[in-house]
Each structure stands twice: as structure tokens, then as C-alpha cells.
């Protein structure tokens, strides 16, 4: 390394670049989706604790990737590059069950397959949006994992999506595909989705804990989830019982900050990890 590279890397990264890396971790923590407004641009390098000047430079490079999309008179908006990330780091819950299994070398099939056109119901309606009396697609089976029952789930589709013809459906999910993967595969183009982690107790006596083929009163874990396509758009709800060691279920949580790291922090603590690995490099 000549004396000049040397002197680069004692630099570090200018305050632009602070502020570019900066934004772009607040924006794919998830707390934005894509279509929200931003916070004004004085409040934004306040709470960097940069100039105007500064902030501007930053952000027209998230604009010219996509993340950000500024709108004379109106502000600046969350871009088309946002939400992947939102989906990579914080809500791999939303991959497949099969995509899991099949990393982990499960085979996953269903059983008692029940595919129904019928009223969705109050509480079920009242998360997707619906009148009680509105006609939805349920799905009602039971989880196979190499041989064994692993889940009961249970699935609602939203009417204004078009699935495909009931033997499709059968042939896929006794294959052990997951609605989500119906969804995705007939260009749904699902972005998240709201998960509520439900600790119960399942007696061998419910006709879930017969299904699971529990001996005795068991603690299960339930998974409830609302299903969104865009911005705010719910196209399906879940819930799926899970018996205890049948398949690793793993939900992904981050605490959301309202504001982004200020400039000193981040690259005080930047600082910090270069010097970490200078020692580390050095023998220290």
C-alpha cells in the first residue's frame, strides 16, 4: 500500500458518504414503505446533525439508485429499492415454509385438504377489510414433514384476487407448496406482512392436537399473519399451529427507529470497528 492509499484509508469516508449509508440503513430497517413521505429535509439533516447541503448530496445518490423519489412542491418519497431490503433483513418470515424445508432437506407434503367458498366472518373480515357476509377461499390442511405432522394451518385468501381452478390448487398444496408461494407464483406481488406470535397449550382432545397426534396437553406455538400486496393492500390471512419440534419456525424482529443514526454516532462507531481491525491486523 503506497503512502496515498494509506492516507485515503486514514481519511475514511466523507461526510456525504456518512450521510448516504446512514439513510439508506433507516430506510431498510422497514420502518418506510415505499410511497411514504419522508420527514422534511431540515428535520432529516437535524437529526443527522449535518448541513442541508450535505443531506441533499446524500440524497441525491439514494435518488439516482432508486431508493428515493423527490417530488418538487411535494417532498421526498420512499423508492422502488427500499422494500427488498426491508424484506432481506427484516422479514424472512415471509419466505416460504417449503423454501425453509427444502434448505434443510425436508420433504413437506398435505394432508385433509379442505378448499371452501364461504363467508369470511367477523374477525377474519375485520383483517382483511371485508363485511362478515363477504364470499372468500379458505384453505384448511395439515403440515407433512418427512412422514410426520409438523403444523394444522389455516388460510384466507381476499376475494379480488384470482386463483387459480381447485385442482391446481389441490396438485400444489398437497405438494406441500404454501399459499404464499400460489401468491407469488401468479404474480401477487406481496411486500409483507403483520405477524402476531400466539403461545398456547393444545390438549390431545382438540381436533387440532388430534391432527398433530399429541399424547398430552402440549405448549404449541401459532403464527396469525395479514398478507399485504404494495403499500397497504391485504390480499391474505393466515394462521398456522405449529407442533413443538416438527420444523423450525423462525420470526425475525428489529427494533424500528424513528430516526436515523446521527452522523457523529455512525461514524464514531466506524471509526472504532477500523480501528478494531487495525489492531487485530497489527497483532495487537
Same mark, same amino acid.
Given at each position: 500500500?503506497? &503512502?496515498?492509499?494509506?492516507?485515503?484509508?486514514?481519511?475514511?469516508?466523507? $461526510?456525504?458518504?456518512?450521510?448516504?449509508?446512514?439513510?439508506?440503513?433507516?430506510?431498510?430497517?422497514? @420502518?418506510?414503505?415505499?410511497?411514504?413521505?419522508?420527514?422534511?429535509?431540515? *428535520?432529516?439533516? /437535524?437529526?443527522?446533525?449535518?448541513?442541508?447541503?450535505?443531506? @441533499? &448530496?446524500? $440524497?441525491?445518490? $439514494?435518488?439516482?439508485?432508486?431508493?428515493?423519489?423527490?417530488?418538487?412542491?411535494?417532498?421526498?418519497?420512499?423508492?422502488? &429499492?427500499?422494500?427488498?431490503?426491508?424484506?432481506?433483513?427484516?422479514?424472512?418470515? !415471509?419466505?416460504?415454509?417449503?423454501?425453509?424445508?427444502?434448505?434443510?432437506? !425436508?420433504?413437506?407434503?398435505?394432508?385433509?385438504?379442505?378448499?371452501?367458498?364461504?363467508?369470511?366472518g367477523a374477525e377474519v373480515g375485520e383483517?382483511?377489510?371485508?363485511?362478515?357476509?363477504?364470499?372468500?377461499?379458505?384453505?384448511?390442511? /395439515?403440515?407433512?414433514?418427512?412422514?410426520?405432522?409438523?403444523?394444522?394451518?389455516?388460510?384466507?385468501?381476499h376475494p379480488k384476487v384470482s386463483l387459480?381452478?381447485?385442482?391446481? !390448487?389441490? *396438485?400444489?398444496?398437497?405438494?406441500?407448496?404454501?399459499?404464499?408461494?400460489?401468491?407469488?407464483?401468479?404474480?401477487?406481488?406481496? +411486500?409483507?406482512?403483520?405477524?402476531?406470535?400466539?403461545?398456547?397449550?393444545?390438549?390431545?382432545?382438540?381436533?387440532?392436537?388430534?391432527?398433530?397426534?399429541?399424547?398430552?396437553? +402440549?405448549?404449541?406455538?401459532?403464527?396469525?399473519?395479514?398478507?399485504?400486496?404494495?403499500?397497504?393492500?391485504?390480499?391474505?390471512?393466515?394462521?398456522?399451529?405449529?407442533?413443538?419440534?416438527?420444523?423450525?419456525? +423462525?420470526?425475525?424482529? &428489529?427494533?424500528?427507529?424513528?430516526?436515523? +443514526?446521527?452522523?457523529? #454516532?455512525?461514524?464514531?462507531?466506524?471509526?472504532?470497528?477500523?480501528?478494531?481491525?487495525?489492531?487485530?491486523? #497489527?497483532?495487537?
Open positions: 500500500m503506497n &503512502s496515498e492509499q494509506r492516507a485515503e484509508g486514514q481519511r475514511g469516508p466523507s $461526510l456525504v458518504d456518512s450521510a448516504e449509508e446512514a439513510l439508506h440503513n433507516w430506510l431498510a430497517g422497514g @420502518r418506510y414503505r415505499q410511497g411514504d413521505r419522508l420527514p422534511p429535509e431540515h *428535520e432529516v439533516a /437535524t437529526m443527522l446533525g449535518i448541513s442541508r447541503g450535505t443531506l @441533499r &448530496s446524500a $440524497l441525491r445518490r $439514494l435518488e439516482e439508485r432508486g431508493e428515493i423519489v423527490r417530488r418538487q412542491g411535494s417532498g421526498t418519497f420512499v423508492g422502488r &429499492s427500499a422494500v427488498p431490503a426491508a424484506l432481506g433483513e427484516r422479514l424472512e418470515r !415471509l419466505e416460504p415454509y417449503s423454501s425453509l424445508a427444502e434448505r434443510r432437506g !425436508l420433504t413437506l407434503s398435505s394432508v385433509d385438504l379442505h378448499i371452501e367458498r364461504r363467508a369470511v383483517a382483511l377489510g371485508l363485511a362478515p357476509i363477504a364470499p372468500v377461499t379458505t384453505f384448511a390442511r /395439515t403440515l407433512i414433514a418427512n412422514g410426520a405432522p409438523v403444523a394444522v394451518m389455516f388460510d384466507v385468501v387459480p381452478d381447485d385442482d391446481a !390448487l389441490r *396438485e400444489q398444496l398437497e405438494g406441500g407448496q404454501m399459499v404464499l408461494d400460489v401468491l407469488i407464483a401468479i404474480g401477487v406481488p406481496v +411486500t409483507y406482512a403483520r405477524t402476531r406470535v400466539i403461545p398456547s397449550l393444545l390438549s390431545p382432545r382438540e381436533r387440532a392436537g388430534k391432527l398433530l397426534g399429541v399424547k398430552r396437553t +402440549t405448549a404449541v406455538l401459532e403464527l396469525e399473519e395479514l398478507y399485504y400486496a404494495g403499500r397497504d393492500e391485504r390480499v391474505a390471512y393466515s394462521r398456522d399451529l405449529f407442533a413443538p419440534g416438527g420444523l423450525d419456525v +423462525t420470526v425475525m424482529r &428489529s427494533f424500528e427507529s424513528t430516526r436515523p +443514526t446521527p452522523i457523529g #454516532n455512525f461514524r464514531g462507531a466506524r471509526a472504532q470497528s477500523g480501528r478494531t481491525r487495525r489492531n487485530r491486523d #497489527n497483532g495487537a
